[in-house]
């Protein structure tokens, strides 16, 4: 069963959400799934060197009390997930277009997975930039991957079309807002749903598959 997952590294809801899948996925063991992670930049006009997080999201979110109400409501459901929420030590809204590209690249050497996982820890739960090209490289060579291949692509940039038209692609199809869980390319579950859910989509498309 191949799942596809739309998601951004700094979407506080697509950790919670990977985390989530991941209790349903342990809970269908029996089931043979690979797993893709797919682009999709909440800010694309993100500057380069990002933004103070605090400014930048107020801004969104209408002001600062109305962001720290909703940082601590995804604390109290991130914790009941086992993450660790540390939106107080977060400094920077960074631009996750270079994220994107080490999970590209951690894709092509299985790593992808592993990847995706160090990136939500270090920028939810250490507060780490993951614009910053040296907390990406040591992420990568924590995970197996060569430093230097890392660092060419990354300023070679030779990655950004590709992640571009992935990106048009998804939104063409509907893909407005993430996480976005798209199982056998048949069936799609749309957020941070509880892990039920992602238990039923798994039946679901395994259903699907076995009759098809």
Request: charged share 25%.
């Amino acid at each position: 069963m191949l799942v596809e997952i739309v998601s951004d590294p700094v979407c506080p809801w697509c950790f919670l959400g990977k985390r989530r899948f991941d209790a349903a996925l342990a809970r269908r063991g029996q089931l043979h799934v690979e797993l893709h992670w797919l682009p999709f930049e909440l800010n694309p006009a993100m500057p380069e060197d990002g933004l103070p997080r605090d400014e930048y999201l107020a801004a969104k979110f209408g002001g600062l009390e109305a962001l720290r109400q909703a940082e601590q409501r995804i604390v109290n459901l991130g914790t009941e997930a086992g993450i660790h929420f540390r939106f107080d030590l977060i400094r920077k809204s960074p631009n996750t277009r270079a994220a994107h590209v080490l999970s590209r690249i951690a894709a092509e050497h299985g790593r992808q997975a592993e990847v995706q996982e160090a990136l939500f820890v270090a920028y939810f739960e250490a507060g780490e930039d993951i614009g910053d090209q040296a907390t990406l490289l040591r992420i990568a060579t924590t995970a197996g991957l060569d430093a230097g291949t890392v660092r060419e692509r990354l300023v070679s940039r030779r990655d950004w079309p590709q992640l571009d038209t992935l990106e048009n692609e998804l939104r063409a199809a509907g893909v407005s807002g993430v996480p976005f869980f798209i199982f056998d390319r048949r069936y799609a579950v749309s957020g941070a749903q509880e892990t039920v859910a992602f238990e039923q989509a798994l039946d679901r498309a395994a259903a699907g598959t076995a009759n098809s």
